[in-house]
């Protein structure tokens, strides 16, 4: 259903959703690595996070960069919005995604607004629910962005027109 999207022909802009620092205890002691979540968007419907682990902050964000550039989805937008109401979960995390009217302006927080902003939505009214888990609501964002489906696609599906469906 979805087609792979190549990266390198698309002028991607990305932003840092978290920075942390893990440790790992052994033996000698702790070891500190660093994990970057990040997300790459053109503004234009195209949308990806990716997570980036290293011993050094600049190498966590540069394979977190690559790894979302990987991961890369497609969605459907309905003018400066999403085309219907859908609710995502992923873990513990739970999204709840509203279109708005324009003007509205993106009504989001955390992981959820940056992948709304990378994506190209500039109208839109979210609720995070559940855990706040930057990883898991950041997840639960692109599994309902992926869910969201436009006019055209629902009419194919069901064999009809575009007309017929909205009656």
């Not at 859908?86 to 279109?99: E, Q, R």
């Not at 609501?137 to 194919?156: P, Y």
Request: glycine share 12%.
């Amino acid at each position: 259903m979805y087609d792979k999207i190549d990266a390198s022909t698309l002028s991607l802009s990305e932003k840092m959703i978290s920075l942390s620092r893990v440790s790992k205890t052994v033996k000698g002691g702790r070891k500190f690595k660093f994990t970057a979540l990040m997300v790459v968007g053109d503004g234009k419907g195209i949308v990806g996070i990716g997570l980036g682990k290293s011993l050094e902050i600049p190498d966590a964000v540069n394979k977190g960069i690559e790894d979302a550039k990987k991961n890369l989805v497609r969605i459907s937008l309905k003018g400066t919005t999403i085309p219907h109401e859908t609710v995502a979960t992923f873990g513990a995390s739970m999204v709840v995604l509203k279109p708005a009217a324009p003007g509205t302006g993106v009504i989001a927080g955390g992981a959820v607004r940056d992948i709304l902003e990378m994506a190209g939505v500039k109208d839109i009214r979210t609720k995070a629910l559940r855990s706040r888990n930057p990883q898991n609501l950041a997840n639960a964002t692109i599994v309902g962005l992926k869910a969201l489906r436009s006019a055209q696609e629902v009419a194919e599906t069901r064999g009809k027109s575009v007309q017929e469906i909205f009656g």
